[in-house]
């Protein structure tokens, strides 16, 4: 095939004078990884708020909770981070508007992402503590009331503490997904992983090497993590119930 | 605050239209692509033919770690060239939408494996070996018997995963392909109205997807019953 | 080592002008001849040299250019019917687009340079422009320095972005570069407040200016930080098709259509909201109409 192979392209001080191009590739690493685990930060905790008010009986409460999954399942990760990027900074007051566009651009592009992100996957979160906590047996939550606890403290000392194990073996593959997601986020400009990746195609003229280290990366990022959960899931692991083997 | 100018849809909507026709054409072929080479890559996985089921594993695995935006990129800006080189495709066939249903098709297959694996473990093993004291062989089983049972029961999936698919479309943006979102940015780019259209392009995506997801629900919910 | 490259280059030059028939393979005429069609790159946001009209048909200075080189392929090919179809392209991916074959020829807003010279092949200049920068009109900003410290925004994979890049390195001047997808995305950047100067070639500056809310309201300034030539792209080392190409754009040049496609586009109302950009024909622009060339200036 006639290809210039050339690896050490990537020792190269790059075009603008700031490091080599694999300094940028490491950016972009820190920038993909930082972007998602803060944006999983933010769906673990709006995921399970929000998947515990759609299984509480007040009407109004769940009938939010499943309007505020719906909104997120239904519009399309790019669409919500245009959104997030280009409209809602017009929509705020003008001031406040202003002030946040004026801001850092990577900060803008780090802070929209980060944001909608974390409420793309929230509403993904939700469903399945939702569904974890269905999944308990009916005994377990009038137990709890017959025994005296408030529903509240019935949520707090009985189901949740059985939900959350049993939904960490579903939300490994959530988590997974967070970080191929970020990857969109080189839409609007934040110089995360496949955006260097992209940079470099144009700047080295190398695309396969560029593309091949980036495509790699993302391989590494996804076995470490599946490894880590692994053995969180073996920790957690509930015996007797399904996934618990 | 800002003032909001719709005007510019109107006039826009024959784009937008043709836009959503290209979007439903990338759907739906990678949906049918997808499933068909799913199950085969499913069947593969189930199989006791060792490096069949190691190819397919190594499959599943390799797209299922890499973010879709990237199997695009790849597909639109590598593959290409690489087709060139080893087949001798000519040059300049537009190849965009070619690409991007390959990229989808490939991409979505993973997952439509994993989904059609878990549906073929599902029905249970007595029927396998019924099937096969009927007299059947393994082919016969698995088509007459087993994969008829286990498509029932993940249609509501498969279902939910093509709007997945659907939604996931929007990502040939990467490759300048005017689907339905390329062809609303773009508009809104060029009248000075971007956000205007991506409002409105964000309220179409969810009134189809809610609407289908809606039907799978009410579809699961007879299959229940029946 | 180098100097030797040099020589083996020279000798393989040599021998390939000394020979004339080989001169005439050209891969990409071939393959249009064998198919019947031709790949055009087209932008979709270079005002006034490749864009979209209201009706989503391709139009432009460039892309007018385009079309008279498509019309001499065909003669040279003694075609009868010549498919043309049309790729968009973006900054960031024409080089690759041209590479792997997708796109045949690109007359849009690309720099001829050195650097892309060692990736792709370039036409006869078709636009000389020097790089300068859009800000609102009593914004304070005149001139380069005042950008110390700003959010400045140019589009990616251009040569502004780079000059830009490279300008706060060496000068260490705190600016926080925006790396917009395209021009459209870019001036939007800048039209909602997000950077407070736009760097990009000055033809496509005006440009931007015919589709603003209030065109008044934004003003070109600044010392230009480089003068650049516009050529259309094609794949490197494939002399027979740039001759063909170099001719028709030289042909159009001498002849003066080329002037009265300019006075079209630069000095004439036009779309998408009929504004008059009122660029008088440069010096630079005077001299290239005189005597075509395909040289860089860099």
Known sequence: ?245 | MYEFDWSSIPGALPFLAKGMLVSLEIMVAAVVIGIVWGTLLAMMRLSSIKPLSWFAAGYVNTFRAIPLVMVLLWFFLIVPHLLEQLLGVPRGTDMRLGSAIAGFALFEAAYYSEIIRAGIQSVSKGQMAAASALGMNYWQSMRLVVLPQAFRNMVPLLLTQGIILFQDTSLVYVSALADFFGTASKVGDRDGRLVEMLLFAGAVYFVLCFSASQLVRFYQKRLKTA | MHSNRIALAALVASTLLSAPAFAQESATLKKIKEIGAITLGHRESSIPFSYYDDKQQVIGYSQEIMLKVVDAVKAELNLSKLDVKMMPVTSANRIPLIQNGSVDIECGSTTNNTERQKQVGFSNTIFVIGTKLMAKKNSGINDFPDLAGKNVVTTAGTTSERLLRKMNEDKKMGMSVISAKDHGESFLTLETGRAVAFMMDDALLYGETAKAKRPADWSVVGKAQSMEAYGCMLRKDDAGFKKVVDKAIAGLMTSGEAEKIYNKWFMNPIPPKGLNLNMPLSDEMRALFKSPNDKAFD
């Open chain 1, 1 to 245: 095939m006639a290809y210039n192979w050339n690896w050490e392209v990537f020792l190269q001080p790059s075009a603008t004078g700031s490091g080599t191009y694999f300094d940028w590739m490491v950016y972009g690493f820190k920038t993909t990884i930082g972007l998602s685990l803060t944006a999983w930060l933010i769906a673990l905790l709006l995921g399970a708020l929000v998947g515990v008010l759609r299984t509480v009986p007040n009407k109004l409460l769940s009938g939010i909770a499943a309007a505020y999954v719906e909104v997120f399942r239904n519009i399309p990760l790019l669409v919500q981070l245009f959104l997030w990027y280009f409209v809602l900074p017009e929509l705020l007051p003008t001031e406040l508007g202003n002030a946040f566009k004026q801001s850092n651009p990577f900060v803008q592009q780090f802070l929209s992402s980060m944001l909608c992100l974390g409420l793309f996957t929230s509403a993904r979160v939700a469903e399945q503590v939702r569904s974890g906590i269905e999944s308990l047996p009916r005994g377990q939550k009038n137990a709890g009331l017959a025994i005296g606890f408030t529903l509240p403290q019935t949520y707090r000392y009985v189901l949740l503490p059985m939900a959350f194990r049993l939904v960490v073996p579903p939300l490994t593959s959530e988590f997974l997904n967070i970080f191929k997601n970020s990857a969109v986020c080189s839409t609007i400009g934040l110089l995360e992983l496949a955006a260097q990746g992209r940079q470099l195609v144009d700047y080295t003229a190398q695309p396969y090497e560029s593309f091949i280290a980036v495509t790699l990366a993302y391989v590494v990022i996804n076995v470490t993590v599946m490894v880590l959960m692994r053995r969180v899931e073996a920790r957690v692991r509930v015996p007797g119930f399904i996934g618990g083997k």
